[in-house]
């Protein structure tokens, strides 16, 4: 009975949690992230149109227009994230692979060749920087070589199809991505992650320990203050630094239908990656652009069955040679 109701509960918890994901740290539309969004959409026009009230004040009228939040594009957005996160939370999260494990594992290997350790090789402040710092980076390639594979493979275009036939942007385009996809891009980032777990984990003699903000990793919390602008049409570049870090104005750019912008800037938080692959692209001004796929279905996708389906039928044809429309 008891392992009953555990069950129980653990199901109701998934069915309510879409609902109040905004309570939970670890998701992208935590309250602070989002508060911490809507600041920067409202004062950046103003900041930057201080000689234009007027245009601030437009800016920021488009910015939160109705053509945006109740748009056909976001109102599928709204749907599909719903369903989505039931499917998501019941089928696929569990085969993700978790960074713990992999650690654990990475650790275990450590142990078997090196023998285990007694003590840390650094003093525990030392540690606990490099490993928040490392874990970071490293998580963060992970995530860009996911990316980065889902717009270089065909198979895997065809689900990441589902993130670019958004129109327009909002914190919730975020949650527009297919299972499969969600599943590739979780595991490339804790594969990696796991790594740098069960090396640190190994050299602190199990004494790691990471600086945290907000309940979850510090530097994955300061980019998820900005990064529900990345999904929005407020333009934030950071200029020259826009060679290092990955600007909401870059991601923006990412789901840019202008043939200079295609495949361009998939990393997230760390643009040195791009840079490496030779997919960066650094505005120099603000740039204005259609977002979707760019090649005429865009507003054919905007339906929670298409967005599971259409995915899966356009793998049949490629592997059966029938290759038009994909």
Not at 149 to 155: G, K, R, T
Not at 224 to 237: E, K, Y
Not at 264 to 272: E, M, T
């Amino acid at each position: 009975m008891e392992a009953y109701l555990d069950q129980l509960f653990k199901f109701a918890e998934i069915a309510v949690r879409p609902f109040i994901a905004f309570l939970y740290s670890d998701s992208m539309i935590y309250w602070p992230y989002l508060l911490s969004a809507a600041v920067l959409a409202i004062g950046i026009p103003l900041i930057t149109s201080l000689r234009s009230p007027e245009g601030a004040m437009e800016t920021l009228r488009q910015q939160f227009s109705l053509n945006i939040w109740w748009s056909t594009s976001t109102k599928a957005d709204y749907r599909y994230y719903i369903v989505n996160s039931f499917v998501f939370a019941f089928i696929f999260a569990p085969l993700i692979l978790a960074s713990a494990d992999v650690g654990s594992w990475i650790n275990a290997r450590l142990i078997a060749f090196l023998g285990a350790r007694n003590n840390s090789i650094f003093d525990a402040t030392t540690i606990r920087v490099l490993y928040t710092v490392t874990f970071f980076i490293a998580y963060d390639l992970g995530r860009f070589l996911a990316h980065w594979l889902q717009h270089q493979i065909p198979v895997l275009w065809q689900f990441h199809k589902v993130h670019h036939s958004a129109e327009a942007l909002t914190p919730i385009t975020s949650y527009r991505v297919h299972p499969l996809d969600l599943l590739i891009m979780g595991t490339g980032g804790n594969l990696l992650g796991g790594i740098v777990v069960g090396i640190f984990y190994y050299i602190s003699a199990g004494q790691v320990s990471i600086y945290t903000f907000l309940g979850t990793h510090l530097l994955i919390a300061v980019y998820n203050m900005i990064g529900n602008l990345r999904h929005s049409h407020v333009w934030l570049d950071y200029g020259v630094l826009g060679y290092i870090f990955i600007s909401p104005a870059q991601h923006q750019i990412h789901h840019s239908t202008e043939a200079r912008h295609i495949g361009k800037n998939c990393g997230f938080a760390l643009a040195i990656w791009d840079a490496l692959f030779g997919t960066l692209y650094v505005p120099k001004s603000k740039e204005t652009f259609t977002m979707g796929l760019g090649d005429g279905t865009d507003g054919e996708w905007h339906s929670v069955g298409r967005m599971y389906l259409w995915p899966l039928e356009m793998v049949r044809r490629l592997f059966s040679g029938k290759t038009e429309n994909v």
